[in-house]
């Protein structure tokens, strides 16, 4: 089964992450698919925040970063877990949240 048709290969995404960032600045994947971008950033040091709404996708980024990390020395501790929380107290509608 294929998640994302629109898996971008890593080399393009990491030619992106580096004319656009320098190590340890932070970088926004708006629409994480499968987790292509955060790999990347991880792999190139830069700290990233990463939005995905289909939990098929979320669970394969999250698997696929779980494998990265394993390679590349973390400090700390990252939780890639999903959270429900309400966006706003006055639109109770729920939002995935990531923390590390």
Known sequence: ???NTIQKPEKLIERLVKAS???NDLVLDTFCGTGTCPV???RLGRNFIAIESDHDLIAAANAR???T???VRTPGKIDFSPT???A???NPSPQLTFSW
Do not use: A, G, Q, W
């Open 65 to 67: 970063l779980e494998r």
């Open 21 to 23: 960032s320098l190590p």
């Open 84 to 86: 429900e929380k309400p």
């Open 40 to 42: 990347v950033c991880k």
């Open 1 to 3: 089964m294929t998640l």
């Open 88 to 90: 706003d107290p006055c």
């Open 69 to 71: 990390i394993s390679h």
